[in-house]
């Protein structure tokens, strides 16, 4: 009884911060707001999130592992690697360009990538991401050192948040196919990947993603 009440608490709290930054955004709002709206106290809150940061990390968090999951699921990674990589790519970006919600996270607080968290399992893009870029240069026989890839990795991310960022700002007039198509010609043609595979592969991705309804999917229901 005590954990199905924690749980609701934790699920509490998360479905109020959302409720609060589609009202204010997330730079406008306190713990305090986040716990009075909740009906707990500060501490309680502390309980379950280290501070207002991790509750932004665990929703985008949350986000990053369904993206993850879903493509994994549609296309395995051992089965298509590039393929099953771009759906995850274009549908978070996809997500991103379209909810108000993650948009708004997105852009106000600091994305799990710009400071990852300390256990791999939960939703360390670096980590995920490394895997994935390694998956696909092993596929197509490209030979990078550990110390390169983890760079590589870095550069690649850095580049598709100036770019969505700067799209979502307003400062970039660019469309989200072409969006797509500028930030993963990077790390795919600069390693030497044939451009007829890559662009086959990102087109039929972004095609799958398209068909996506993006209310349905981000439904994000918590297990207990």
Avoid at 17 to 42: C, F, M, Q, Y
Avoid at 70 to 82: I, Q
Wanted: aromatic residues 14%.
């Amino acid at each position: 009884m005590a954990y199905k009440k924690s749980f609701e608490t934790r699920k509490k709290i998360l479905n109020v911060t959302k409720e609060l930054v589609l009202e204010k955004g997330w730079k406008d709002i306190s713990v305090r707001d986040i716990a009075e709206r909740a009906g707990v106290k500060n501490p309680l809150l502390y309980y379950y999130f280290k501070n207002k940061q991790g509750i932004a990390d665990y929703i985008l968090g949350t986000l990053i592992l369904k993206t993850l999951d879903f493509a994994e699921k549609s296309v395995p990674l051992k089965e298509d690697c590039m393929l099953s990589h771009f759906i995850y790519v274009s549908l978070y970006y996809r997500i991103l360009l379209e909810e108000e919600l993650y948009q708004t996270l997105y852009m106000e607080s600091t994305h799990p990538f710009d400071s990852p968290v300390l256990i791999v399992d939960d939703y360390d893009l670096n980590y995920m991401v490394t895997k994935q870029f390694d998956e696909i240069l092993k596929n197509y026989q490209v030979d990078m050192n550990e110390d390169l890839l983890k760079a590589y990795t870095i550069s690649a991310f850095s580049i598709a948040t100036s770019i969505f960022r700067s799209i979502i700002s307003g400062n970039l007039n660019m469309g989200y196919r072409e969006a797509m198509l500028f930030i993963t010609r990077f790390w795919i043609l600069s390693v030497g990947i044939d451009e007829k595979v890559f662009k086959e592969k990102l087109n039929k991705a972004i095609d799958f993603v398209m068909e996506i309804d993006l209310k349905e999917f981000t439904i994000t229901e918590e297990v207990e």
